[in-house]
């Protein structure tokens, strides 16, 4: 059984910006793909997405899909990076 020491955690540091930024870039796209196909396969399959749009109700668009996967995505990676830079142990 192997223990992992205090000492070795305090010197771990997150990514600096310059490396985090693509690795938010690749995690933001996978997550717009993957809920892009299971939008328009759950479409297919008959699952009613409904948005009310002045008073009635219309089909809701793919870009609002894209835009609820890429923002906080990209929101999370600034964040993290925003972390890493001001705190000793994020």
Known sequence: ???????????????P???LWPIGLVAAAGATVANVVFFFVSKE???PYL????????????VMVIGSSVIPAVAATVLLALLGEF???P
């Open 1 to 15: 059984m192997s223990t992992t020491s205090n000492e070795s955690m305090r010197n771990q540091q997150v990514a």
């Open 45 to 47: 399959i008959g699952v």
């Open 87 to 89: 705190l000793s142990r």
């Open 51 to 62: 948005l009310a749009m002045q008073g009635s109700l219309g089909p809701l668009p793919p």
């Open 17 to 19: 910006f310059r490396r």
